[in-house]
């Protein structure tokens, strides 16, 4: 099973490592558009990140974040830590890699595929330095950075879908780097967070947004943890149920999976 990802904003970052080998990072059909992209980013963010406006506004950053341009304009360099250890938003919170057995985080790494507007997808063991740039960026050479990876992550997710099931747990801006079509979109199943209440006796079910990264994080982990890596979406399913979750099948091909949660 492949369960993609998206990154966090916020990042940790290396100390006193080696800077990232793009040769060595998976997904090797990327390495081209990770040197155009990377190149453009660290040449637009050069100078003096007190006065580089241009490039605060390209990031859609503010006057007091000028830190994450320099950050940029030191990418060749600048230290490189695993990927799964840079990316500390809510759902890497919640996923806990650090915390895992060994077995589990062994799964991890052959598992799950973060989408990145720098890098394309990484594995979590990828050594990558911290960086800002999301998928709604317009570089000035390359465009919209989201629209820029389809063609690139085409190629490389022919091979790197595999042939099990694939679980999208991806934001919306990063699902438009790479669409599944054909035989990888009928095995590819999307999951919704759904929180029910029960109001004046009735329950009502409303999308979960601000812990919806937090469960989805719970989710992968605990697949981690019971070594459930289904081969088919039905499977997926029936080892969510019986890690304890209330799944319900949605859409005519029952790939949109409900997760309902009483609790948030």
């Not at 155009?36 to 100078?47: D, I, K, N, P, R």
């Amino acid at each position: 099973m492949l369960v993609l990802l998206p990154p966090s904003e916020g990042k940790r970052a290396g100390t006193r490592s080696a800077p990232v080998d793009l040769a060595r990072l998976s997904l090797p059909a990327l390495t081209a558009a990770r040197e155009a992209v990377m190149g453009e980013l660290v040449a637009l963010c050069q100078g003096d990140p007190e006065t580089n406006a241009k490039a605060r506004e390209v990031l859609g950053l503010s006057e007091g974040q000028r830190e994450e341009v320099a950050r940029n304009a030191a990418l060749p360099t600048a230290p490189a830590r695993p990927a799964g250890e840079v990316y500390a938003g809510v759902l890497y919170e919640a996923l806990g890699l650090s915390s895992l057995d060994a077995a589990a985080r062994r799964r991890a790494r052959q598992s799950l595929l973060v989408f990145s507007a720098l890098w394309g997808a990484v594995r979590v063991g990828d050594r990558i330095p911290a960086y800002r740039c999301s998928a709604g960026v317009r570089l000035p050479g390359l465009g919209q950075l989201a629209a820029y990876w389809r063609g690139p992550m085409a190629e490389a997710m022919a091979e790197a879908a595999g042939s099990g099931p694939v679980l999208d747990l991806r934001s919306s801006a990063y699902a438009v780097m790479w669409r599944p079509t054909g035989e990888a979109a009928r095995r590819t199943v999307t999951l919704r967070v759904l929180h029910a209440r029960v109001e004046d006796g009735v329950e009502r079910r409303t999308v979960v947004s601000h812990f919806n990264k937090a469960v989805k994080g719970r989710i992968v982990r605990d697949l981690l943890t019971a070594g459930a890596l289904p081969r088919t979406p039905r499977r997926l399913v029936d080892a969510l149920r019986d890690l304890g979750y209330a799944v319900e099948p949605g859409g005519a091909d029952g790939l949109r999976l409900d997760v309902v949660v009483t609790e948030v």
